[in-house]
Nanobody, 125 residues
């Protein structure tokens, strides 16, 4: 089982930037699709971005396209989420997750197996 630890969250003003990191344990990190999700207060967990095992392809929810960038460093067992031009509506707890084995990991939480504990991102207006 892969263990995931997110970091890099915090309080930032609208228009600012943050970079989230997700460090994974385990030797099979490079074989997983990795995803970032978020949950705002009173809302369902929602997909933010995902990246293929090689890092060759990345996908984003429409509201973050052009502002967020997901990357990964398989040598460091780490996936990143660079967030620029942050908006108050980006405020949420952000989670990273590994795609579930035998499942094509897309944008549904049910397609992901291992989750981190989350890191809070708060964007003030």
């Amino acid at each position: 089982q892969v263990q995931l630890i997110e970091s890099g969250g915090g309080l930032v003003q609208a228009g600012g930037s943050l970079r989230l990191s997700c460090a994974a344990s385990g030797r099979t990190f490079s074989s997983y699709v990795m995803g970032w999700f978020r949950r705002a207060p009173g809302k369902e967990r929602e997909f933010v971005a995902r990246i293929t095992w090689s890092g060759g392809s990345a996908y984003y929810r429409d509201s973050v396209k052009g502002r967020f960038t997901i990357t990964r460093d398989n040598a460091k067992n780490t996936v990143y989420l660079q967030m620029n031009s942050l908006k108050p509506e980006d405020t949420a707890v952000y989670y990273c997750a590994t795609g579930a084995t035998g499942v094509i990991a897309g944008s549904l939480p049910s397609q992901y197996a291992n989750w981190g504990q989350g890191t809070q991102v708060t964007v003030s207006s």
